[in-house]
């Protein structure tokens, strides 16, 4: 619990662990938020939530929900959150810097009396943010976070979108010539096939969600967890599942079969997308293209993004021990 004065009374920050009977007013939150989405809501977070053990925060000004944390534990430290791309604190429009300092110190206490040793804390972007929302970078600075990842993500602004590289033009230029057809659709089973071929052929992997759990979640959010492909006749050479925010379109899945990288299906899937349902959204974002710990960049990966007019933001991590943070460094206006 903290508080400070304002005016003639006393306001009263506190930080609690989020239990399920508050699901209700989390998600209501989330909704009305300026850096949350849909992802935070918890018929999305809840989905694997028993592969991971839920410790998010919410922080109440004198009884009044004003952030939230979506999070999760893993012994003694606090992730924010494993089972998501990107989490952080959740505010509303409302909150000020001098205000947010106050909440993240209450949220460091009720770490310190959790006894959590490790803060893992995933920003997110700024271009999910509906307002600006980088007031953490600032309570993270002060308390001596290590920034010791940073992903860099591959954005397209539709409305300003730079010429296609001639690679990419011919390739959409010969789909064109072939009849190819792009689409919005329901075979969420042809595409999974065809997504699964991909990674277990390049990578050894399967996809993170199962043909279940992403049938799922389209049931509960079908109107920002939507399939699109691209059909020779009846046959899908290409698909993604594109995750759609307020601001954001962003390629959750992408996969294309051998017969569609030589028909050019892929790019013209992707121009299909940029051209027709997301023309007007503010940013088209293909995700990261780097691995071990953001230290690696796929050249290739990252080439064909920029091909389409993508350019850089970044996605940062940082980590922190709760147990050493000086509650004074969080109280930038008495140094």
Known sequence: MLSWTTGSRV????????????????????????N?????????????????????????????????????????SIHSHGGLTFGGLITGAEMSTPRFLEVFSAMIDHLKREGVSELVYKTVPTLYHQLPAEE????????????FRCDVTSAIIPGKRLPLRKGRKSEVKKAQRLGLRFEE???????????????????????VHTLEEIRLLHSRFPSNIRLFAVFAGAEMQAGTVIYESALVAHTQYIGCTETGRETGALDFLIVGLLETPYAGKPFFDFGVSNENGGRFLNRGLIDFKEGFGARSITHDFYRLNPQVVDPEALKADKL
């Open 11 to 34: 306001a009263m920050i506190t930080a609690n662990s989020y239990t399920s009977d508050k699901a209700d007013l989390w998600n209501r939150f989330v909704a009305g938020s300026k």
């Open 36 to 76: 949350g989405l849909f992802l935070f809501d918890r018929s999305y977070m809840d989905y694997h939530s028993d592969r991971f053990q839920d410790a998010s925060v919410m922080m109440c000004r004198d009884g009044d929900l004003v952030a939230i944390m979506p999070a999760n534990r893993v012994g003694n």
């Open 136 to 147: 953490d970078r600032y309570a993270l600075f002060l308390a001596g976070a290590e920034r």
């Open 185 to 207: 659709s329901d075979r969420w089973e042809d595409f999974w096939q065809v997504l699964t071929d991909n990674l277990r052929r390049k990578h050894e992997l399967n996809p």
